[in-house]
């Protein structure tokens, strides 16, 4: 199989087609190798427009779904970012490569493993895979500038806004199956956040998540 065509056709006929227009998102999608965070049974659908299967009843996400999630944090290079569901740590070596640091919580310790192994490979030296539950972020490394949850959630936890720098920006599949909402939330002050509804999706939920959490906008 030629990756670096089914890369480049990725890019151009799924990426592009979700809106993602941003020439430096682009670019990294066009270098960064997703064969190197496939699981090998699945090689030959590395590219492809489906989520992946991964151990332990995770995944990968589409990558038009990837990118847009990525594309609309609007990152520019200088951010810390907290990513709460590391997978193969694919979204990650993407994120690193348009942010500063990342540190990415996992909360499979098997996965977490592959992932490290997978970044090592990829030569992406600016994230951090711990383990642990994403969802109560990680309070001691904050306040970060971009938060990204790489599966749905019924609701966004309190704890992880209350983690987010002033401006930062968190960005989150919200809602329950057959519709789920694509919200980016900004926090303006100790108390002061704005919610926006960009996008309607669906995809798996965020592996430990509880179904109800005390947080309503």
């Known amino acids: 199989?030629?990756?670096?065509?089914?890369?480049?056709?990725?890019?151009?006929?799924?990426?592009r087609t979700w809106q993602v227009l941003d020439l430096r998102v682009l670019d990294v999608f066009l270098n960064v190798k997703r064969e190197l965070f496939t699981p090998i049974a699945y090689q030959?659908?590395?590219?492809?427009?489906?989520?992946?299967?991964l151990a332990n009843n995770q995944f990968m996400l589409a990558p038009c779904v990837q990118a847009r999630l990525i594309h609309d944090l609007h990152l520019t290079g200088s951010e810390k970012v907290l990513e709460v569901g590391t997978g193969s740590g694919y979204a990650t070596a993407v994120l690193a490569n348009l942010a500063k640091r990342i540190i990415s919580i996992e909360c499979d310790a098997e996965l977490a493993l592959t992932a490290k192994s997978n970044l090592q490979?990829?030569?992406?030296?600016?994230?951090?895979?711990?383990v642990g539950d994403g969802m109560l972020g990680s309070p001691a490394e904050g306040p970060f500038d971009a938060i990204v949850l790489q599966g749905?959630?019924?609701e966004i936890p309190q704890q992880l806004l209350d983690q987010l720098q002033i401006n930062g920006r968190l960005i989150a599949v919200v809602g329950e199956e057959p519709m789920m909402q694509?919200?980016?939330v900004t926090r303006h002050g100790a108390k002061s956040f704005t919610h926006k509804v960009l996008w309607d999706t669906v995809i798996p939920r965020l592996q430990g998540v509880e179904e109800h959490s005390q947080f309503h906008f």
Request: proline share 5%.
């Open 182 to 184: 694509t919200c980016l």
């Open 152 to 154: 749905s959630v019924p």
């Open 1 to 15: 199989m030629n990756f670096d065509q089914a890369r480049f056709n990725m890019v151009e006929q799924q990426i």
């Open 44 to 53: 030959d659908v590395a590219y492809g427009d489906t989520e992946i299967p």
């Open 121 to 130: 490979k990829a030569s992406i030296g600016n994230a951090e895979v711990r």
